[in-house]
C-alpha cells in the first residue's frame, strides 16, 4: 500500500530533473522493500503523465555515524538504482539545506557508491560544488564497433560507469541511435555503461552529449558524465599540468545550454580528488494527489503493464 499524501519538490541543474523525497522519518520503508517499488518511481517519473524526471532521490535517514549528515538513494526513471548521480547530488544537496533537513551549507551525503560531499557557495547558493569518491576503472582507447561504426573509447567509473568517445560535430551525431549501441555493448556487460561523446573546443573547455542508462534516452546533462569526460579529455590531449592538479576547471557545455566546472587530482596511476560546480534551480514543490496514488496501486495490483521509462527508444 503506498503510503498517503506524499509531498515532493523538483530541481533542476543543468538541465537534469529530479524529485526529491523526504523520507527520513521511514514513512516509505515498507513500499521501498517492496516489488511494486519501482513501479512507482516509473510513474512518477513518466513525463507527460505525471511528475516527470530524470530521477527521484530519497532522504532515507539524518546521520549514519562517521561524520555522514545524510543517506541518499538515487533511482532511475525505469525504477532501477544508481550508485550515484553528481546533478542529482547537486539538487538533493540545495534540497537538504535549504529545507532545513540538515544544517549545511556543506553537507556530507552517504551513496551506494560511498561518501559525496555537497556544498553551497556563500556567494550565490544556487551553485553547488560536489566532490564525489575517487573513480576507478581508467582505461584508455577501447575499440568497439556499434551503431555500424568503428569507436575509440576512453572509459571511467565516476560513481557510475562512462565511456567517452571524441567526435568532430555533436550537432550531426545522431546519440539516440550510437548511444543505444555503446550502452549496450557487450564489452561493457553485464551492467551497461552511459555513452558520452565529445567535442574539445579547445585546451580545457569541451561540449558533451550522454546517453544515460536507466533514462534509455538522452539527458540534458550528466554530472559523473560531465566529470568523466572531461578528466579523460585532459589526460587524452595532454593539457597543461594546472588542470590535472586541480588549479583550473575544466569547462563542460551540456545539452543544457549550462556549462559544468570539473576539477582533479592526477597522481601516477589514479585520479581523485573530483569536484563539480553547477547551477541548481528549485522548479515547484507538491503532493502526489489520491487520484494519482490510486491509479498506480490499480497498476500494481493488475501486475506488469506496458513499458513506463519518462522517455522512450
Known amino acids: 500500500m503506498i503510503p498517503k499524501p506524499i509531498h515532493f519538490v523538483k530541481l533542476n541543474s543543468a538541465g537534469n530533473d529530479f524529485v526529491c523525497i523526504d523520507n527520513t522519518d521511514g514513512f516509505l520503508n515498507e513500499m521501498a522493500a517492496d516489488s511494486g517499488w519501482a513501479r512507482f518511481v516509473t510513474a512518477v517519473c513518466r513525463r507527460g503523465l505525471a511528475v516527470g524526471a530524470d530521477g527521484l532521490i530519497l532522504a532515507c535517514q539524518i546521520g549514519s555515524g562517521e561524520g555522514v549528515d545524510v543517506v541518499a538513494r538515487f533511482l532511475e526513471p525505469d525504477g532501477s538504482e544508481a550508485r550515484l548521480c553528481g546533478n542529482g547530488t547537486a539538487c538533493f544537496t540545495y534540497w537538504a539545506v535549504s529545507s532545513g533537513l540538515v544544517k549545511g551549507p556543506e553537507v556530507r551525503i552517504l551513496t551506494a557508491a560511498g561518501t559525496a560531499q555537497g556544498k553551497l557557495s556563500e556567494d550565490d547558493r544556487q551553485r553547488v560544488r560536489v566532490c564525489v569518491p575517487d573513480p576507478a576503472g581508467l582505461a584508455m582507447g577501447i575499440d568497439v564497433r556499434a551503431d555500424g561504426r568503428e569507436w575509440m573509447l576512453d572509459f571511467l567509473d565516476t560513481g557510475v560507469p562512462h565511456a567517452i568517445a571524441y567526435v568532430n560535430n555533436l550537432d550531426e551525431l545522431d546519440v539516440h541511435h ?84 570539473v576539477w582533479f587530482l592526477r597522481h601516477d596511476e589514479r585520479v581523485s580528488d573530483v569536484c563539480l560546480e553547477t547551477r541548481v534551480r528549485p522548479v515547484y514543490e507538491g503532493t502526489l494527489r489520491n487520484e494519482f496514488i490510486a491509479d498506480v496501486e490499480s497498476a500494481l495490483t493488475a501486475g506488469p503493464g506496458p513499458d513506463l521509462r519518462s522517455s522512450g527508444e
Open 178 to 261: 550510437c548511444g543505444r549501441e555503446i550502452r549496450r555493448h557487450p564489452r561493457f556487460a553485464p551492467h551497461g555503461v552511459n555513452a558520452n561523446f565529445v567535442q574539445v573546443h579547445g585546451v580545457g573547455r569541451i561540449a558533451i552529449r550522454t546517453f544515460e542508462f536507466g533514462v534509455e534516452a538522452e539527458t540534458m546533462a550528466c554530472g559523473t558524465g560531465s566529470a568523466a569526460a572531461a578528466i579523460m579529455a585532459a589526460l587524452r590531449f595532454n593539457w597543461p599540468d594546472e588542470y590535472r592538479a586541480g588549479e583550473r576547471p575544466v569547462e563542460v557545455l551540456t545539452r543544457g545550454g549550462d556549462t559544468l566546472l
